[in-house]
């Protein structure tokens, strides 16, 4: 009778605890969710996360707030939802940064167990920005000219060291036999208000936050590291019409700690691929030069893992020593 009444009562505990999660997978979210953003506010990365917020904000009836935590390129932000509440109250808009951190720098948590990845939001190639200061600046043409009489005199800003906007630079430079010194911000707001006084003269960029001050004159796009042109900038080359064959996008996610139960994930995913979808949000996206992905959280992860292996050729081929 003991035997029987402890196994009994194992199976409700068990029980119980389903019935419990169920019902927490069922009303989620009940309060307002925190969508972390690891850049600076006006960044790209911001703008969208965003647009996001609203949309997930009016499919659930909930606030969803976003919270901007700069810093360590990503690193600061990430590590916050990382070390969360798994309980999917607490998400994180990622980056393709996150991806190459691990290979730079000893992690305050590992990628693989502290976070999960739920849906990827999309891509967008990467400009070439120079200031609108500096009228000898003006063409593609006429940056590299002046980066080879003048080697290492012009300053790019970027989000941080060891960023992939500090990586990509990096890699044109090289591909256009050019060198250039790095000024690192915290975040790509701050860099972006310098190029437009003229503090910096270059930095990698992208048409949402950086389209008002190009229609405005403040700030020149030279290229797009794309193989097309982007549809919101037709006037734009990609750097390969321009002469140096190169591509690079940003990209963005959707992530959660890594212990959250599998059917928030899923909700999360849901809602996330749905607002993806939304006609306006997709409309918006699309004029701002951003691909909308969307997709499942294990082809999420997937593509990660090929971005995470990618950076080790990536920075062998620079000549950097990942950790």
């Known amino acids: 009778m003991n035997g029987w009444m402890r196994r009994f009562g194992t199976f409700a505990v068990a029980m119980f605890a389903l019935v419990a999660a169920t019902a927490a997978s069922a009303a989620f979210p009940d309060r307002p969710v925190k969508l972390v953003v690891p850049f600076a506010p006006g960044a790209t990365t911001d703008i969208l996360a965003r647009m996001l917020a609203e949309r997930l904000s009016a499919q659930w009836g909930q606030p969803v707030v976003v919270e901007n935590k700069a810093g360590a390129g990503s690193l600061l ?64 043409a006429d940056l590299i000219a002046f980066a080879k009489a003048n080697k290492g005199k012009l300053n790019f800003g970027t989000p941080g060291a060891a960023t992939v906007h500090h990586l990509t630079i ?57 193989p097309q042109r982007l549809p919101g900038l037709p006037n734009v080359p990609t750097s390969r019409e321009a002469g140096v064959p190169f591509e690079m996008s940003f990209w963005w996610g959707v992530m959660v700690p890594g212990r959250t139960p599998p059917e928030i994930v899923q909700q999360i995913g ?54």
């Open 77 to 140: 932000g990430a590590d916050f939802v990382a070390k969360s509440a798994p309980d999917g109250y607490t998400v994180l808009f990622g980056s393709e940064s996150l991806s190459l951190l691990p290979h730079l720098q000893d992690m305050p948590f590992d990628w693989r167990t502290d976070l999960k990845m739920v849906s990827q939001v999309g891509s967008l190639p990467i400009l070439l920005l120079t200031t609108g200061k500096r009228p000898d600046l003006s063409t593609f």
């Open 270 to 323: 849901a809602a996330t691929m749905s607002a993806i979808r939304d006609p306006e949000m997709k409309r918006k996206m699309t004029e701002a030069g951003v691909t909308a992905i969307g997709g499942t959280a294990d082809e999420f992860e997937a593509f990660f893992r090929g971005q995470f292996d990618g950076w080790a050729g990536v920075l062998q081929g620079l000549g950097l020593k990942a950790k």
């Open 170 to 226: 990096e890699m044109f430079s090289r591909a256009a036999g050019i060198q250039m010194t790095h000024v690192p911000y915290k975040g790509a707001g701050p860099a972006l208000s310098d190029l437009i006084a003229g503090h910096i003269e270059v930095m990698p960029g992208a048409e949402p936050s950086a389209k008002s001050h190009i229609n405005a004159g403040t700030v020149k796009a030279l290229a797009v590291f794309a």
